[in-house]
């Protein structure tokens, strides 16, 4: 709504012309919606962006600093975050399928009910993140940092969770995950899971069926 927008504005503008000329209307319309398909956000910092609508399938944030960010249900398929700033944000309901948070900082943000199927989240910074019933099918938690995580009712089915640090993670989990068991890559469930998370300091409990 008008007045509402003016409250915010980057503390740097996007370098990417095409993407700064958007967020520049954004600001300056009456609308609430934010539409940055396909666009390059690299570089820019957004602190405390918080659109009541956010669309951004296949948008660039590479290295884009997004903390306390509220991207809650943003429509965010296929964008990349890889190494981006996402510190405090919050994520809740968002659709990052497929999407790249490869090397981020995710520290206390909020990925409650994400649509993350096959979404990577490689060498990234999910320390104290809330991942309660977060659809993680596929996705890749490679060497991530799921310390402290509330993992409550969370899907990992397909899930790769090799080397990645887990200690204090808690909740109960539906599915199967490939982890790391020296010297291979295993694929467990249930009890077997269970072991992995509690042998690296995590009180998760597993339940083997996913339903839907």
Partial sequence: MSGIHE???????????????????Y???????FYGIGL???????TGFSPVECWVTSADFTS??????????????DARFTRANLA??????????????DGADLTSANLTRVEGANTSFRQ????????????????????????????????VDNAVLAG????????TVRGAAAVEVSPERR??????LEQWFAERGASVTVESSVSG
């Fill in 7 to 25: 409250t915010w504005s980057p503390r740097v503008w996007p370098p990417n012309v095409e993407a700064a000329d958007v967020l520049k209307a």
């Fill in 27 to 33: 600001l300056e319309a009456d609308g609430e919606g």
């Fill in 40 to 46: 390059d956000f690299t570089g820019s910092d957004l």
């Fill in 64 to 77: 884009c600093v997004l903390q306390d960010a509220d991207l809650g249900g943003a429509q965010a398929t």
């Fill in 88 to 101: 405090r944000a919050v994520l809740s309901k968002a659709v990052l399928s497929r999407s790249s948070f």
């Fill in 124 to 155: 990234a910074n999910l320390t104290d993140v809330v991942l309660v019933s977060a659809d993680l099918r596929g996705a890749d938690l490679s060497s991530a940092d799921l310390t402290r995580c509330d993992l409550n009712w969370a899907v």
């Fill in 164 to 171: 990645a640090t887990v200690a204090g993670a808690s909740g």
């Fill in 187 to 192: 694929v467990l469930d249930g009890a077997r």
